[in-house]
């Protein structure tokens, strides 16, 4: 029987439109990457314009195979030496976890290995916490965390490992199916997240004020749907379609400031150390750490302008490195190695993919 801080385990990432493979070994506190692959739905998605779930299902279920076995050879890690398999169980497009949660289920049941169900999102939390300076023995928590992906926008407390409480959300729109839509408007290819800080660059954030949504609300919840309408009748005001290319530009821009600000100013507020919510007080116990994770925090002006926050207040922040803001597996394994040394396993009858799953 191995000690529960001494683990080796193969991730299964299968959620949306990557397919994400890794193994992962952890000795005391120091964790290492044995093997890694993503393999990127993009170029079938753009043909759609989104992601159609049955056609990112057939995709994984095409590679996933010849993906653990590559994996499972570039570790030199046998199949019979491995302690547990980690898979996401949702939230995510159901026929797309189904392979990974299938996969997991048979070479489960084929090397008697347990399964350790992983929340996608508590991935994305641990592509932060655990960046390269990270040190297990020094007190990172509580530590608030902001997770910004394509289906999600949340304010999350951690007061400890796998410890949640999403402070706030978003109402409507997540922010980077914001991005999406509002590239979309602009004419630019899926994902537009991407694309648009791109032409973002070009672009003036000064040349049109939109508006900062819900910093009034009195609550740590996020709303972006409206900014996407007030876009579209810029776009038609000017009368330009999709616009020339400088107020493209300037229009990518001045939506790319606003939401961030909106993001940070949000962020801040839940750093206050005692908050007055809609009437009840939230005990506001001194955050050690920030973090930032998910998609967009590939965004180089949110990384900036995040940075800029921790440094106004002076706390700590870790932002998941670029390689690992979109799905992968990594961020899976790193998250289940935790869960593991809580004794969170099921067997492979146990476990079921989930489109809506609470952290
Ligand atoms: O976390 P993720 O890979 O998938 C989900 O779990 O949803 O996030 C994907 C989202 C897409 O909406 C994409 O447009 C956005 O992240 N994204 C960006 C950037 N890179 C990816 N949004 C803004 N700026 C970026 N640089
Ligand atoms: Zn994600």
New binding site residues.
């Given amino acids: 029987m191995s000690d529960k801080s001494s683990i080796t385990l193969l991730a299964l990432e299968t959620?949306?439109d990557?397919t994400g493979v890794a193994i992962l070994n952890r000795v005391g506190d120091t964790i290492k990457v044995l093997s890694s692959k993503v393999a990127s739905q993009v170029d079938i998605h753009k043909l759609t314009g989104g992601v159609v779930p049955e056609v990112a299902a057939r995709e994984h279920a095409s590679i996933i195979r010849p993906m653990i076995a590559k994996v499972i050879s570039d570790s030199k890690v046998t199949g019979e030496n491995l302690d547990a398999i980690a898979v996401t169980i949702g939230p995510?497009l159901v026929p797309a976890l189904s392979v990974g949660v299938t996969a997991a289920q048979t070479l489960a049941y084929a090397w008697q290995k347990p399964i350790i169900p992983v929340h996608?999102l508590a991935g994305?939390i641990y592509s932060a916490l655990l960046t390269k300076d990270y040190n297990l023995k020094t007190n990172n928590f509580p530590a608030l965390a902001l997770i910004?992906?394509?289906?999600?926008t949340m304010l999350v407390k951690m007061a400890g490992h796998l410890q949640y409480q999403v402070l706030g959300s978003t109402r409507d729109d997540?922010?980077?199916?914001a991005?999406?839509k509002v590239?979309r408007l602009l004419g630019l290819p899926y994902?537009?997240?991407?694309a648009?800080?791109k032409l973002a660059e070009q672009g003036s954030s000064q040349a049109f004020q939109f508006s900062r949504p819900m910093l009034r609300s009195g609550d740590l919840d996020f709303s972006f749907s409206g900014i996407k309408t007030e876009v579209l009748y810029k776009l038609r005001e000017l009368n330009m379609g999709t616009g020339g290319p400088k107020t493209r530009a300037n229009v990518a821009a001045s939506f790319q400031q606003a939401v961030v600000e909106t993001l940070v100013a949000k962020t801040k507020e839940a750093l206050r150390p005692v908050r007055q919510a809609q009437g009840k007080q939230a005990q506001g116990q001194q955050y050690q750490l920030v973090l930032l994770a998910?998609?967009?925090a590939?965004?180089?002006l949110?990384r900036q302008q995040m940075q800029s926050m921790a440094d106004e207040l002076d706390i700590p922040l870790r932002i998941a490195p670029p390689e690992l803001?979109?799905?992968n597996a990594i961020m899976i394994g790193q998250a289940a190695l935790f869960a593991y040394q809580k004794n969170r396993t099921n067997s492979w009858r146990d476990i079921d993919a989930h489109a809506r799953l609470g952290l």
């Fill in positions: 959620s949306c990557e995510g996608h994305h910004v992906s394509g289906g999600h997540a922010i980077g199916e991005f999406d590239a994902p537009g997240g991407p648009l800080s998910g998609g967009v590939a965004n180089k949110l803001c979109g799905d």
